[in-house]
């Protein structure tokens, strides 16, 4: 494992400016650090989700997407390294149709809600949608790897079936939108 740090603070990003893990320094709005700095952001969300009550077999999937955000971050933190591969895409889909198997097939749209649990993984999705866009705006800018944005586009599929078992499993179920509810215009 690299250096440990023992003190948190450096001073060396009073200027703006932050290390990439190749030791160049850019700017701290830069596209990469928006890419990374979003992905991080994600990992905190599940964070938050894997504080609610869920089954056993739904915590370890995410627990390990976890750990490859944590090295998605790496990859996107260290210019031509790759820490995301097809295999973990691959596993993504699987887990996905396990747990897509049971659903019922999708006739509405569905708002973020059924449970606090459900509503959190809804916002884990919607973090995951941002940090793809993200990746791909660095894209335009830098060369990075496909998997980067293949791995973000499978979890916010991921993330939408687990909060549609979510709901169901809270007992609040999913909220459907309804477009009849829309307030028609007056003739």
Known sequence: MGNRLSKIYTRTGDDGSTGLGDGSRVRKDS?????????????????????QDMDEAMRECLV??????????????IPGMAMVFDDDITRLEN??????ADLPPL????????GMAAATCHLARTVCRRAEREVVTLGQLEEI???ATRYLNRLSDLLFVL????????????????HERRKKPKA
């Open 107 to 114: 006739k509405d749209f569905i708002l973020p809600g059924g």
């Open 95 to 100: 887990v996905l149709d396990s747990f897509n």
């Open 31 to 51: 596209a990469r650090v928006n890419a990374y700095g979003t992905v991080d952001e994600l990992n905190s969300t599940i964070g938050m989700l894997l504080a």
């Open 163 to 178: 909060a549609r078992v979510l709901a169901r499993a809270s007992g609040h179920g999913e909220v459907l939108w309804q």
């Open 64 to 77: 390990q997407v976890q750990h490859d955000l944590f090295d998605l971050g790496g990859e996107l933190c």
């Open 145 to 147: 790897r496909p998997e």
